[in-house]
């Protein structure tokens, strides 16, 4: 009987994972909700539990992802990213039922969730970090600490969640008025999000470049970087698009930013795979923000660049493997662009698309591209979870080569139903500032034309959707 894995995922990722397992020669244990019962990752694992009506519910219940490997003998569970991946209860709960947890110990990420705790560790080691603040005490006195930081560093500042994460649990405040008037909002959505209202305060770091560094760490200590991601180009605090290596550093800053991502994750005992993240400032110097303890959507780029299966990787270190290349092992090559493909409407504050159907699906290919989805001709998109749809990657040997590549992928990339985010991305592989890598997180402030685009009416993408109406329906009602 081969040894089993389970992944506490969904969509994409749960794709990517399973077949990082299976090429290790062992079976894939998927489960899912009652709205994911036609998702096409249940369709290629090995076998596929179904743990509840969901939705989303189902997938953050501890005790039932457990119970599925359990009963499935899996041996360990892969918590892709997202829902339970950065929870240090349920890796404890693999711990303590015995089953292998595909990331780091549960006590590393609990000291590196909690965003004050991690600022201590790094400060202690001596890793550059923004001026900020310890948890601020609850009620008057945690405002007028936060008061008096404003008046001595200044505003624009940030009030974090210190459980936050993914964009999340983050209030921009810009004068004292604002910060009095956002104190308590933001202890309440703190809250709300992650059961945890205690907040603390940043100095803004004004149009900043978000570069993160791709990390491995075995259990023996050993650690490497994988090179630098530039991950500026954001909403709302969310990445949109993504690319390696990143864009503008000299040799001698990406050395740099590198070797002190590696202290940073020795500092926290790190192991498996993980993300040290950072803000570079307009004179080149650069801040810690954080570690995150999983897998990243934006790793694809890495691989590229790398030829380094970040996946499969994470899998041999948690069953016991020792990490076989060195640092001078690591070759990074070319660059990469990762976009995430969604099923929202740009134009209207990115609203969702969930519950409409892909009629038609056409993919790009050829040479240094790369698609990791679920989204296939005839799906119906859920309205209950996150929009994205497929990630498209794409590789090249020199930056102009690599966008050139991606206009032409985003060009021929068809999905009809639902509005997308590709004739946004259209709009900003065009974008002069883009082309000459002049962005950093205030870009799409900054380029509100790229908002101003038609939706794809082209006639090859009209052909296209005729000719899959008339196959699927055996009539034709489109409407040219």
Not at 191 to 201: G, I, M
């Amino acid at each position: 009987m081969k040894t089993k894995i389970l992944v506490a995922n969904r969509g994409e990722i749960a794709i990517r994972t399973i077949r990082a397992i299976q090429e290790l020669n062992y079976d894939a244990v998927a489960i899912y909700e009652t709205p994911d019962r036609d998702s096409r990752h249940i369709r290629i694992a090995n076998e596929a539990v179904w743990i509840g009506d969901g939705p989303r519910s189902d997938y953050l219940d501890i005790d039932k992802v457990i119970n599925a490997a359990i009963r499935t003998g899996a041996v360990a569970i892969h918590p892709g990213y997202g829902f339970l991946a950065e929870n240090p209860d349920f890796a404890r709960a693999c711990e303590d039922a015995g089953i292998i947890f595909i990331g780091p110990p549960s006590d590393v990420i609990e000291k590196l969730g909690n965003k004050v705790m991690a600022r201590s560790i790094m400060a202690e080691a001596g890793i550059p970090m923004v001026p900020g603040t310890d948890i601020l005490p609850p009620g008057e006195e945690g405002l007028q600490v936060a008061l008096e930081f404003g008046r001595k560093y200044g505003y624009p500042i940030m009030l974090k969640a210190t459980a936050g994460g993914g964009g999340r649990g983050i209030r921009r405040v810009e004068n004292e008025t604002e910060l009095r008037e956002q104190y308590e909002i933001a202890r309440s959505e703190a809250k709300a999000a992650f059961n945890d209202d205690s907040v603390y305060l940043e100095k803004v770091v004004v149009q900043p470049k978000h570069v993160e560094v791709q990390i491995i760490a075995d259990r023996d200590g050993k650690t490497v970087h994988l090179g630098t991601r530039d991950c500026s180009i954001q909403r709302r605090n969310q990445k949109l698009v993504e690319i390696a290596p990143a864009f503008h550093l000299t040799d001698d800053q990406a050395e740099d930013i590198c070797q002190t991502a590696v202290k940073a994750a020795k500092a926290a005992n790190y192991f498996n795979a993980g993300t040290v993240e950072f803000l570079l400032d307009r004179d080149g110097k650069f801040y810690f923000m954080e570690i995150n303890t999983r897998l990243q959507v934006e790793h694809t780029v890495t691989e590229m660049i790398t030829g380094i299966d970040i996946v499969r990787t994470q899998i041999k270190l948690a069953m016991g493997k020792k990490l076989l290349f060195d640092q001078d092992d690591v070759m990074l090559r070319g660059h990469a662009i990762e976009m995430r493909i969604n099923a929202e409407d740009p134009r209207n504050d990115f609203m969702p698309e969930g519950g409409k159907t892909v009629t038609v699906y056409r993919s790009p290919g050829g040479y240094g591209v790369r698609l990791d989805g679920f989204c296939y001709q005839g799906f119906t998109i859920p309205e209950v979870y996150d929009s994205l749809l497929v990630k498209l990657t794409v590789f090249g040997w020199s930056w102009n080569e690599t966008v050139d590549r991606l206009k032409r992928c985003l060009t021929n990339f068809v999905i009809a139903g639902p509005k997308t985010t590709i004739p946004f991305y259209l709009n900003l592989v065009n974008d002069p500032d883009f082309r000459a890598g002049n962005f950093d997180t205030s870009y799409l402030d900054t380029h509100q034309h790229l908002f101003e685009y038609e939706e794809q009416k082209s006639e090859v993408n009209k052909l296209a959707a005729l000719i899959a109406e008339i196959h699927h329906k055996k009539q034709n009602t489109f409407a040219a």
